[in-house]
């Protein structure tokens, strides 16, 4: 068989990497998984300013590399991912740590320390590889001229590594400002705090993760704990050895939630983008929200009804082939081995999910387990969804009761308010404002509440024959009056003859 040599030219693998798609914070993550996988316990990320001249650097406290080490961690492609990995090791491709590193600068300097050993220093600067003239890997020994410096960052250091990137050309381009530099610190410290908040959470955390000197907040997708969340079921194991770990949670709604928590919980990309599976392989999430192409018939989007719904799934890292990880690990898609049942989990959620938006997160029965009587009703049938106002709501059936003689007219108004439903403006209204249009006397005073409920409560007795206790049970199982339970409790029995 005859064959030939083709390597590639170093100048035109490289530039053409640099579009990967990897943003600031993606690569930034993507470096601090090499130091995660050197054992390393406080990692340390600083952006520093200087125009055209600003540095990044990642410093971590791992065990280093030899100089054999190192040349490895240097090489591309390197590693075939198809070896075997260790348990802990975040890496599949070889190539992250370059990758990662030139979509943002030009020079790559990577400085390195082993227990006992001497620092060794590589760096690859794109501006060599392109002005080559024999389209050769030049891979450079020691830092660039006028770099020295950062080095002392790994003086009195037993062991570590530093990553060192400058001529930040995709990141610092023209127009670029001092405020532009800040905005993309805050975007990175947003998405560190997502990626690795398993290794970040806890008293006794996995690993210490400072930028700019300042300790990175973990961000739980998941709110674990908190007391609104209506559903948080145990875990599910899928795949033939179980080694996919599945939960499944239904978040607060925002009328459980204190405008902070609201603020927070929405993650940096706003609660619509946040529903969804949040993909971890060894605690590091992968992809943070999206139906991974699931559905049941078309595929899911990210809409209003589902933003409470999240999904964790957890893979082993020697899943990587069958869930299709990329190189920036920021897709996947299950294999079709567990797709049936991931479906039938992701439903399960989202339906429940739905209600408890729909609902502003209450519950549609009562602690005893009365169902709620609903205003609203909808009804569904081949020609599409209606909306009909409840006849045995509380308020309309005293209203029917009570003056029989009209009660067409009053099933006239009726239909006419069903039938004007602005269901485009409120749907419209949603999308813009990413919320729900407040209902249920929300943000109402008490006065205006009790008003209301005081006007039902006499009917309920002076006109239904109810006793007190009873008229007060039965408001509190009638919408919207029960989530206002206290108000409820509140009506004196008397109250039915004031005023008379």
């Known amino acids: 068989m005859k064959h030939r040599s083709a390597p590639p030219r170093a100048a035109a693998l490289v530039e053409s990497l640099r579009g990967l798609g990897y943003s600031t914070s993606t690569a930034v993550a993507d470096i601090i998984d090499n130091s995660i996988a050197a054992g390393a ?21 791992g065990r280093g590399m030899t100089a054999d080490e190192l040349d490895s961690a240097m090489r591309l492609g390197d590693r075939n991912p198809l070896d075997h990995r260790a348990a802990g090791d975040l890496g599949r491709f070889g190539l992250g740590l370059k990758t990662a590193s030139f979509s943002q600068a030009r020079s790559l300097t990577v400085a390195s320390q082993s227990v006992h050993g001497a620092i060794e220093c590589l760096r690859w600067d794109l501006d060599v590889l392109a002005n080559a003239t024999d389209d050769g890997w030049h891979l450079i020994e020691g830092p660039s001229i006028g770099s020295e410096h950062h080095l002392t960052l790994l003086a009195g250091a037993a062991s570590g590594t530093l990553v060192l990137l400058e001529r930040l050309d ?3 381009s023209n127009g670029f400002e001092a405020q532009d530099f800040l905005d993309v610190i805050d975007r990175v410290e947003s998405h560190l705090g997502m990626t690795f908040h398993r290794y970040l959470e ?8 400072l930028l ?20 948080s079921p145990p875990e599910h194991r899928l795949g033939s050895t179980g080694e996919v770990i599945v939960q499944c949670h239904v978040l607060p709604h925002k009328d459980k939630l204190t405008p902070k928590e609201n603020d927070e919980a929405g993650g940096p990309e706003g609660w619509t983008s946040g529903q969804g599976f949040y993909v971890y392989r060894n605690e590091r999430l992968l992809v943070a929200g999206g139906w991974l192409g699931l559905g049941s018939g078309r595929r899911w989007t990210r809409d209003e009804a589902h933003r409470l719904a999240r999904i964790r799934l957890d893979i082993p890292n020697s899943a990587d082939s069958e869930w299709k990880l990329d190189i920036r690990k920021s897709t996947a898609r299950p294999p079709v081995s567990v797709r049936k049942r991931l479906t039938r989990l992701a439903e399960e959620t989202r339906h429940r999910a739905r209600r408890v938006f729909a609902h502003r997160g209450r519950s549609v029965s009562t602690g005893r387990g009365d169902p709620v009587e609903m205003a609203w009703l909808s009804t569904h049938s081949s020609s599409g969804t209606r909306y009909r106002i409840s006849r045995d709501h509380q308020s309309v059936r005293n209203i029917l009761d009570r003056y029989p003689d009209i009660v067409k007219d009053i099933e006239a108004m009726l239909r006419c308010i069903e039938e004007t439903v602005p269901v485009q403006r409120i749907w419209l209204d949603t999308a813009e ?12 005073p008490d006065t205006e509440i009790r008003q209301v409920l005081e006007a039902m409560f006499r009917s309920l007795i002076q006109n239904k024959g109810l006793n007190p206790e009873d008229a007060r049970a039965r408001l509190s199982r009638t919408e919207p009056f029960d989530r206002y339970s206290n108000l409820v409790a509140s009506l004196p029995d008397d109250l039915s003859f004031a005023g008379e």
Not at 41 to 61: K, M
Not at 204 to 209: E, G, M, V
Not at 220 to 230: R, V
């Open 41 to 61: 316990r406080t990692v340390s990320v600083a952006f520093n300013w200087a125009g055209d001249d600003s540095s990044l650097t990642i410093l971590d406290d």
């Open 212 to 231: 700019n000197g300042r300790p990175v907040r973990p961000w739980d997708p998941f709110l674990s704990g908190h007391p609104g969340k209506p559903w």
């Open 170 to 172: 995709r990141l610092v």
């Open 202 to 209: 806890g008293s006794n955390p996995k690993l210490t993760l």
């Open 433 to 444: 404002d990413k919320d729900t249009p407040l209902t249920g006397f929300v943000g109402e």
